[in-house]
């Protein structure tokens, strides 16, 4: 089954916004506002988790986000937020298959059945990686 990749090419200096993908990019330096964004709402996981609404929006209704605005507020204090961006991505899962294969394998066709639960789970139980 061939997998459908994107990979940006080029320098990409005129990306300024993020939709989400990519923020690493050294040109980005925010996330996209829904009014910058020409671009439907893909079926990502997190449009799905979050109903369609930009990441921003997210972020800036966030609890967290509030707390550091009325700490921030505060007199004497540095009206400059500067946010901690975290990404997390999720560890690939290893597995390993170990067959015996030795003579007794072959009675009562013992291999015929073995061969055939292999197949079933590598081609529909174990996720495509």
């Not at 449009?47 to 930009?54: A, I």
């Not at 605005?69 to 937020?81: D, Q, R």
Request: proline residues 8%.
């Amino acid at each position: 089954m061939e997998k459908c990749l994107y990979q940006p090419q080029g320098s990409n200096d005129q990306v300024f916004c993020s939709l989400g993908y990519l923020p690493t990019l050294p040109s980005v330096r925010a996330y996209c506002r829904p009014q910058q964004s020409q671009v439907p709402v893909a079926p990502t996981k997190h449009n799905v988790v979050c109903d369609g609404r930009p990441v921003l929006e997210v972020i800036e209704n966030s609890d967290d986000y509030s707390l550091l605005n009325s700490t921030m507020n505060k007199p004497g204090k540095s009206s400059e937020k500067v946010p901690q961006i975290t990404i997390v991505q999720e560890k690939t899962v290893k597995y390993v298959l170990l067959l015996e294969t030795s003579v007794s394998m072959t009675d009562n066709d013992d291999w015929k059945f073995i061969n055939k639960a292999a197949q079933k789970l590598i081609r529909y139980d174990l996720p495509d990686s």
